[in-house]
Protein backbone atom coordinates (compact mmCIF):
# COMPACT_ATOMS: atom_id res chain seq x y z
CA UNK A 1 0.00 0.00 0.00
CA UNK A 2 2.82 2.54 0.86
CA UNK A 3 4.30 1.64 -2.75
CA UNK A 4 0.98 2.88 -4.33
CA UNK A 5 0.44 5.56 -2.06
CA UNK A 6 -2.67 3.83 -0.63
CA UNK A 7 -2.05 3.98 3.33
CA UNK A 8 -4.09 5.37 6.04
CA UNK A 9 -2.06 6.96 8.54
CA UNK A 10 -3.94 7.05 11.90
CA UNK A 11 -2.01 9.56 13.69
CA UNK A 12 -2.20 10.69 18.17
CA UNK A 13 0.46 12.75 19.82
CA UNK A 14 1.93 16.47 19.03
CA UNK A 15 -0.61 18.57 16.71
CA UNK A 16 2.26 20.84 15.25
CA UNK A 17 4.54 17.72 14.76
CA UNK A 18 1.24 15.99 12.95
CA UNK A 19 1.10 19.23 10.49
CA UNK A 20 4.61 19.43 9.67
CA UNK A 21 4.38 15.53 8.83
CA UNK A 22 1.43 15.88 6.35
CA UNK A 23 3.08 16.28 3.25
CA UNK A 24 5.24 12.96 3.71
CA UNK A 25 2.28 11.33 5.10
CA UNK A 26 0.59 12.65 1.40
CA UNK A 27 3.11 10.90 -0.50
CA UNK A 28 2.36 7.87 0.80
CA UNK A 29 -1.05 7.44 1.73
CA UNK A 30 -4.20 8.37 0.66
CA UNK A 31 -5.60 9.46 4.13
CA UNK A 32 -4.23 10.95 7.04
CA UNK A 33 -6.41 11.41 10.53
CA UNK A 34 -5.01 13.32 13.32
CA UNK A 35 -6.92 11.76 16.58
CA UNK A 36 -5.40 13.80 19.85
CA UNK A 37 -3.69 12.13 22.18
CA UNK A 38 -0.50 9.41 21.54
CA UNK A 39 -1.84 6.11 21.62
CA UNK A 40 -5.25 7.16 20.03
CA UNK A 41 -4.04 5.98 16.37
CA UNK A 42 -3.87 2.66 17.90
CA UNK A 43 -6.91 2.44 19.47
CA UNK A 44 -9.01 3.72 16.00
CA UNK A 45 -6.81 0.65 14.27
CA UNK A 46 -8.20 -1.48 17.34
CA UNK A 47 -12.29 -0.48 16.52
CA UNK A 48 -11.16 -0.58 12.94
CA UNK A 49 -10.09 -4.09 12.56
CA UNK A 50 -12.86 -5.28 14.93
CA UNK A 51 -15.51 -4.11 12.60
CA UNK A 52 -13.90 -5.83 9.60
CA UNK A 53 -13.36 -9.13 11.69
CA UNK A 54 -16.78 -9.01 12.44
CA UNK A 55 -17.82 -7.75 8.95
CA UNK A 56 -16.36 -10.93 7.18
CA UNK A 57 -16.76 -13.21 9.74
CA UNK A 58 -20.39 -12.49 9.48
CA UNK A 59 -20.02 -13.04 5.56
CA UNK A 60 -18.10 -15.97 6.79
CA UNK A 61 -21.38 -17.37 8.31
CA UNK A 62 -23.94 -15.95 5.77
CA UNK A 63 -21.92 -18.07 2.73
CA UNK A 64 -22.34 -21.42 4.85
CA UNK A 65 -26.14 -20.57 5.18
CA UNK A 66 -26.74 -19.48 2.12
CA UNK A 67 -25.04 -23.10 0.87
CA UNK A 68 -26.50 -25.09 3.75
CA UNK A 69 -29.52 -23.72 1.62
CA UNK A 70 -29.31 -24.85 -1.58
CA UNK A 71 -28.13 -21.11 -2.56
CA UNK A 72 -25.25 -20.35 -4.89
CA UNK A 73 -22.31 -18.33 -2.96
CA UNK A 74 -22.55 -16.27 -6.61
CA UNK A 75 -25.82 -15.61 -6.01
CA UNK A 76 -25.11 -14.31 -2.24
CA UNK A 77 -22.34 -11.99 -3.08
CA UNK A 78 -24.28 -10.57 -6.48
CA UNK A 79 -27.02 -9.75 -4.25
CA UNK A 80 -25.19 -8.00 -1.52
CA UNK A 81 -22.91 -6.39 -4.07
CA UNK A 82 -26.13 -4.68 -5.59
CA UNK A 83 -27.51 -4.11 -2.17
CA UNK A 84 -27.36 -1.89 0.57
CA UNK A 85 -24.76 -4.25 2.67
CA UNK A 86 -22.05 -3.47 -0.60
CA UNK A 87 -18.39 -2.31 0.35
CA UNK A 88 -15.04 -3.38 -0.97
CA UNK A 89 -13.60 -5.75 1.27
CA UNK A 90 -16.92 -8.03 0.40
CA UNK A 91 -16.32 -7.61 -2.85
CA UNK A 92 -12.84 -8.84 -2.55
CA UNK A 93 -13.16 -11.68 -0.47
CA UNK A 94 -15.79 -13.37 -1.19
CA UNK A 95 -14.79 -14.54 -4.46
CA UNK A 96 -11.37 -15.65 -2.85
CA UNK A 97 -13.23 -17.00 0.10
CA UNK A 98 -15.30 -19.05 -2.63
CA UNK A 99 -12.85 -20.33 -3.93
CA UNK A 100 -10.65 -21.39 -0.49
CA UNK A 101 -8.39 -18.59 -2.07
CA UNK A 102 -7.12 -17.67 1.77
CA UNK A 103 -3.84 -16.54 0.61
CA UNK A 104 -2.80 -13.94 3.46
CA UNK A 105 -2.98 -10.57 3.06
CA UNK A 106 -3.65 -9.36 6.88
CA UNK A 107 -2.72 -12.96 8.33
CA UNK A 108 -5.45 -14.14 11.06
CA UNK A 109 -3.71 -14.17 13.99
CA UNK A 110 -2.75 -10.87 14.04
CA UNK A 111 -6.30 -10.40 13.20
CA UNK A 112 -7.29 -12.46 16.32
CA UNK A 113 -4.89 -10.51 18.21
CA UNK A 114 -6.29 -6.86 17.22
CA UNK A 115 -9.71 -8.51 18.43
CA UNK A 116 -8.62 -9.97 21.97
CA UNK A 117 -7.35 -6.84 22.10
CA UNK A 118 -10.32 -4.75 21.20
CA UNK A 119 -12.08 -6.63 23.34
CA UNK A 120 -9.95 -5.41 26.07
CA UNK A 121 -9.86 -2.12 24.98
CA UNK A 122 -13.63 -2.69 25.79
CA UNK A 123 -13.44 -3.89 28.89
CA UNK A 124 -10.76 -1.13 30.04
CA UNK A 125 -13.74 1.45 28.81
CA UNK A 126 -17.05 -0.25 30.66
CA UNK A 127 -18.04 -1.58 26.79
CA UNK A 128 -19.67 -4.82 26.90
CA UNK A 129 -18.85 -6.19 23.36
CA UNK A 130 -20.55 -9.98 22.83
CA UNK A 131 -20.54 -9.68 18.92
CA UNK A 132 -16.64 -8.79 19.59
CA UNK A 133 -16.23 -11.65 22.09
CA UNK A 134 -17.99 -14.09 19.88
CA UNK A 135 -15.80 -13.20 16.76
CA UNK A 136 -12.85 -13.46 18.66
CA UNK A 137 -13.88 -16.95 19.61
CA UNK A 138 -14.16 -18.06 15.63
CA UNK A 139 -10.95 -16.50 14.93
CA UNK A 140 -9.10 -18.47 18.23
CA UNK A 141 -10.91 -21.62 16.97
CA UNK A 142 -8.98 -20.79 13.48
CA UNK A 143 -6.03 -20.41 14.65
CA UNK A 144 -6.13 -23.74 16.88
CA UNK A 145 -7.26 -25.38 13.61
CA UNK A 146 -3.57 -24.08 12.02
CA UNK A 147 -4.81 -21.65 10.12
CA UNK A 148 -3.29 -18.66 11.91
CA UNK A 149 -1.04 -17.80 8.69
CA UNK A 150 -3.51 -17.99 6.22
CA UNK A 151 -5.75 -14.60 5.80
CA UNK A 152 -7.95 -13.42 8.62
CA UNK A 153 -10.44 -14.62 5.89
CA UNK A 154 -10.01 -18.08 6.60
CA UNK A 155 -12.09 -17.96 9.36
CA UNK A 156 -14.54 -18.76 6.95
CA UNK A 157 -12.80 -22.76 7.71
CA UNK A 158 -15.09 -22.87 10.69
CA UNK A 159 -18.52 -23.03 9.00
CA UNK A 160 -17.28 -25.77 5.95
Given at each position: ?53 S ?15 Q ?18 M ?26 R ?7 D ?27 F?A?H????
Amino acid sequence: PAIDGQLIFLCGGDKELYDKCIPFLEVMGKKQVFLGEVGAGAKMKLVVNMVMSSMLTSLSEGIALAKASQLTVEDLLDVIANGASANPMFALKGPLMAQANFAPAFPLKHAQKDMRLAVQLGDDVGLSMPVAAAVNERLKEAKRQGHGDLDFSAVHKNFE
